[in-house]
């Protein structure tokens, strides 16, 4: 049996301080049904919360998560997201990817 293929795209907007440098890894990934996969966001700045969001094509963003407190980690089923020490960075864990996790994270 043939496993779909998913992709998964990240990308963040960042348009309330054109000054903060951020990294985004990985911008662009492929990934097989039942993956797991960690997309990350650094910044120069620090943040006073992070939300991430998917969009999917022909349809506006969908709020995942907000997180508002150093180290703060929450779950949803299979997507995990966290905040680093210094609020300057995140990262989002799909576990067991399914065909519906693929969209453009922001």
Known sequence: MLQ??????FWIQLAWKSTQQLEQNPQFLHIQEGGN???????SGTFTFFQWYREKPEQGPVLLMTLTKPKEVKEKKRI???FGEAKKDSSLLITAAQPGDA???L
């Open 80 to 82: 995990r997201a966290q």
């Open 37 to 43: 996969v960690t997309m990350h966001c650094n910044s």
């Open 4 to 9: 779909k293929l998913l992709v998964l795209v």
């Open 103 to 105: 969209g453009t994270y």
